[in-house]
Protein backbone atom coordinates (compact mmCIF):
# COMPACT_ATOMS: atom_id res chain seq x y z
CA UNK A 1 0.00 0.00 0.00
CA UNK A 2 2.91 2.49 0.40
CA UNK A 3 3.00 2.62 -3.35
CA UNK A 4 -0.20 2.60 -4.14
CA UNK A 5 -0.97 6.30 -4.94
CA UNK A 6 -4.12 8.06 -3.01
CA UNK A 7 -7.43 8.34 -4.69
CA UNK A 8 -7.31 12.15 -5.87
CA UNK A 9 -3.35 11.21 -8.10
CA UNK A 10 -5.72 8.12 -9.52
CA UNK A 11 -8.38 10.26 -11.00
CA UNK A 12 -5.91 12.89 -11.98
CA UNK A 13 -3.67 9.70 -14.04
CA UNK A 14 -7.09 8.36 -15.22
CA UNK A 15 -8.37 11.74 -16.55
CA UNK A 16 -5.16 12.45 -18.56
CA UNK A 17 -5.01 9.31 -19.82
CA UNK A 18 -8.90 9.32 -20.65
CA UNK A 19 -7.82 13.02 -22.61
CA UNK A 20 -5.31 11.41 -25.09
CA UNK A 21 -7.85 8.75 -26.04
CA UNK A 22 -9.33 9.29 -29.48
CA UNK A 23 -13.10 7.79 -30.34
CA UNK A 24 -13.18 5.86 -33.29
CA UNK A 25 -16.77 4.81 -35.30
CA UNK A 26 -16.29 1.02 -35.68
CA UNK A 27 -16.93 -0.33 -39.07
CA UNK A 28 -20.78 -1.16 -39.45
CA UNK A 29 -21.89 -4.62 -38.58
CA UNK A 30 -24.26 -4.69 -41.76
CA UNK A 31 -24.20 -2.29 -44.85
CA UNK A 32 -28.22 -2.15 -44.92
CA UNK A 33 -31.08 -3.43 -43.24
CA UNK A 34 -31.31 -6.50 -45.65
CA UNK A 35 -27.43 -7.85 -45.14
CA UNK A 36 -28.11 -7.57 -41.37
CA UNK A 37 -31.31 -9.66 -41.51
CA UNK A 38 -29.28 -12.36 -43.86
CA UNK A 39 -26.57 -12.39 -41.12
CA UNK A 40 -29.81 -13.80 -38.82
CA UNK A 41 -31.14 -15.73 -41.10
CA UNK A 42 -31.32 -19.07 -39.19
CA UNK A 43 -30.10 -17.83 -35.99
CA UNK A 44 -31.20 -20.42 -33.29
CA UNK A 45 -33.73 -18.40 -30.89
CA UNK A 46 -35.75 -20.61 -27.65
CA UNK A 47 -35.47 -24.11 -27.28
CA UNK A 48 -32.71 -26.20 -29.33
CA UNK A 49 -34.66 -28.29 -31.38
CA UNK A 50 -32.11 -30.85 -31.25
CA UNK A 51 -33.68 -31.44 -27.69
CA UNK A 52 -36.65 -32.12 -29.12
CA UNK A 53 -39.90 -29.57 -30.04
CA UNK A 54 -43.35 -29.37 -30.03
CA UNK A 55 -45.34 -28.78 -33.49
CA UNK A 56 -48.90 -28.23 -31.95
CA UNK A 57 -49.71 -31.17 -30.37
CA UNK A 58 -46.98 -33.32 -31.36
CA UNK A 59 -43.48 -33.58 -30.03
CA UNK A 60 -40.79 -34.70 -32.15
CA UNK A 61 -37.48 -35.47 -31.16
CA UNK A 62 -35.18 -35.72 -34.46
CA UNK A 63 -31.87 -36.81 -32.91
CA UNK A 64 -33.71 -39.96 -31.68
CA UNK A 65 -36.40 -40.66 -34.41
CA UNK A 66 -38.96 -40.30 -31.77
CA UNK A 67 -42.69 -38.58 -32.46
CA UNK A 68 -45.49 -39.28 -30.05
CA UNK A 69 -49.06 -37.05 -30.30
CA UNK A 70 -50.27 -36.22 -27.29
CA UNK A 71 -54.44 -36.06 -27.30
CA UNK A 72 -56.03 -32.79 -29.45
CA UNK A 73 -56.15 -29.60 -27.29
CA UNK A 74 -54.23 -30.85 -24.21
CA UNK A 75 -51.86 -28.80 -22.81
CA UNK A 76 -48.46 -29.78 -23.80
CA UNK A 77 -44.58 -28.85 -22.11
CA UNK A 78 -41.29 -29.93 -20.74
CA UNK A 79 -41.27 -30.41 -17.41
CA UNK A 80 -37.80 -32.58 -15.82
CA UNK A 81 -36.65 -34.12 -18.26
CA UNK A 82 -39.84 -35.29 -19.21
CA UNK A 83 -42.32 -33.80 -22.00
CA UNK A 84 -45.71 -34.31 -21.22
CA UNK A 85 -49.40 -33.03 -21.55
CA UNK A 86 -52.19 -31.63 -19.34
CA UNK A 87 -56.29 -32.47 -20.22
CA UNK A 88 -58.16 -29.47 -21.05
CA UNK A 89 -60.10 -29.74 -17.54
CA UNK A 90 -56.82 -30.81 -15.54
CA UNK A 91 -57.82 -33.99 -14.28
CA UNK A 92 -55.36 -36.04 -16.40
CA UNK A 93 -51.73 -36.17 -17.58
CA UNK A 94 -49.42 -38.08 -19.77
CA UNK A 95 -45.66 -38.06 -19.48
CA UNK A 96 -43.09 -39.17 -21.47
CA UNK A 97 -39.32 -39.96 -20.49
CA UNK A 98 -35.49 -41.74 -20.74
CA UNK A 99 -35.38 -44.54 -18.74
CA UNK A 100 -32.67 -46.45 -20.32
CA UNK A 101 -29.98 -46.64 -22.86
CA UNK A 102 -28.58 -50.09 -24.14
CA UNK A 103 -30.67 -52.14 -22.24
CA UNK A 104 -33.54 -54.59 -23.14
CA UNK A 105 -37.23 -53.36 -22.61
CA UNK A 106 -38.24 -56.38 -19.90
CA UNK A 107 -34.83 -55.78 -17.86
CA UNK A 108 -35.85 -51.87 -17.41
CA UNK A 109 -39.23 -53.00 -16.59
CA UNK A 110 -37.73 -55.33 -13.62
CA UNK A 111 -35.40 -52.37 -12.58
CA UNK A 112 -38.19 -50.04 -11.73
CA UNK A 113 -40.31 -52.69 -10.45
CA UNK A 114 -37.61 -53.26 -7.98
CA UNK A 115 -37.31 -49.57 -7.12
CA UNK A 116 -41.01 -48.83 -7.16
CA UNK A 117 -41.67 -51.91 -4.91
CA UNK A 118 -44.50 -52.78 -7.31
CA UNK A 119 -45.38 -55.74 -9.43
CA UNK A 120 -45.09 -54.34 -12.84
CA UNK A 121 -44.82 -57.41 -14.83
CA UNK A 122 -47.33 -59.39 -13.31
CA UNK A 123 -50.68 -59.04 -15.70
CA UNK A 124 -49.01 -56.31 -18.22
CA UNK A 125 -49.54 -56.53 -21.60
CA UNK A 126 -47.27 -56.70 -24.62
CA UNK A 127 -48.63 -54.19 -27.28
CA UNK A 128 -47.48 -52.78 -29.87
CA UNK A 129 -46.80 -49.04 -30.55
CA UNK A 130 -46.61 -47.81 -33.98
CA UNK A 131 -44.72 -51.48 -35.01
CA UNK A 132 -42.94 -51.19 -32.45
CA UNK A 133 -42.77 -53.85 -28.67
CA UNK A 134 -43.85 -52.27 -25.82
CA UNK A 135 -45.22 -53.32 -22.16
CA UNK A 136 -48.06 -51.77 -20.80
CA UNK A 137 -49.23 -52.19 -16.69
CA UNK A 138 -52.31 -50.31 -16.24
CA UNK A 139 -53.43 -49.88 -12.23
CA UNK A 140 -55.52 -48.68 -9.57
CA UNK A 141 -54.31 -46.44 -6.85
CA UNK A 142 -55.67 -44.34 -4.10
CA UNK A 143 -54.46 -40.90 -3.63
CA UNK A 144 -56.46 -38.66 -0.82
CA UNK A 145 -60.33 -39.45 -1.43
CA UNK A 146 -59.99 -40.46 -4.96
CA UNK A 147 -58.88 -43.53 -6.61
CA UNK A 148 -56.50 -42.92 -9.79
CA UNK A 149 -56.53 -44.97 -12.77
CA UNK A 150 -52.70 -45.12 -14.03
CA UNK A 151 -51.46 -46.68 -17.19
CA UNK A 152 -47.55 -47.06 -17.21
CA UNK A 153 -45.88 -48.31 -20.81
CA UNK A 154 -42.68 -48.63 -21.64
CA UNK A 155 -41.33 -48.96 -25.28
CA UNK A 156 -38.02 -48.92 -26.94
CA UNK A 157 -37.29 -46.70 -30.02
CA UNK A 158 -33.53 -47.63 -30.86
CA UNK A 159 -31.54 -47.64 -27.91
CA UNK A 160 -33.69 -46.32 -25.55
CA UNK A 161 -36.27 -47.18 -23.50
CA UNK A 162 -39.18 -44.57 -23.08
CA UNK A 163 -41.22 -44.41 -20.32
CA UNK A 164 -44.97 -43.21 -21.10
CA UNK A 165 -46.70 -42.64 -17.54
CA UNK A 166 -50.25 -41.35 -17.65
CA UNK A 167 -52.37 -41.00 -14.82
CA UNK A 168 -56.20 -40.33 -14.83
CA UNK A 169 -59.27 -40.28 -11.92
CA UNK A 170 -60.37 -43.82 -12.43
CA UNK A 171 -64.25 -42.52 -12.81
CA UNK A 172 -63.07 -40.98 -16.08
CA UNK A 173 -60.64 -43.96 -17.34
CA UNK A 174 -62.99 -44.65 -19.98
CA UNK A 175 -62.63 -41.13 -20.80
CA UNK A 176 -59.08 -40.94 -20.75
CA UNK A 177 -57.88 -44.30 -21.67
CA UNK A 178 -59.40 -44.59 -25.54
CA UNK A 179 -56.71 -41.35 -25.78
CA UNK A 180 -53.85 -42.31 -23.94
CA UNK A 181 -53.54 -45.62 -25.08
CA UNK A 182 -54.05 -44.97 -28.82
Known amino acids: ?????????????????????????????????????????????????????????LFLQPWLGLRISFPPKWQTGRASGAVGARSPDKDAAIFLRPVAVDRGLATVVREQEERAGVKLLDDAQQVQINGLSAIRKELATQ???????????????????????????????EKYACLINA
Open 1 to 57: LETHPATPERVQATAMYAATLVAVTPDPIAKDRAQMLSQLDGLLLGDNPMKGLFLGN
Open 143 to 173: GGKEAYWRSATWVQVGRTVWSILAVAPLARK
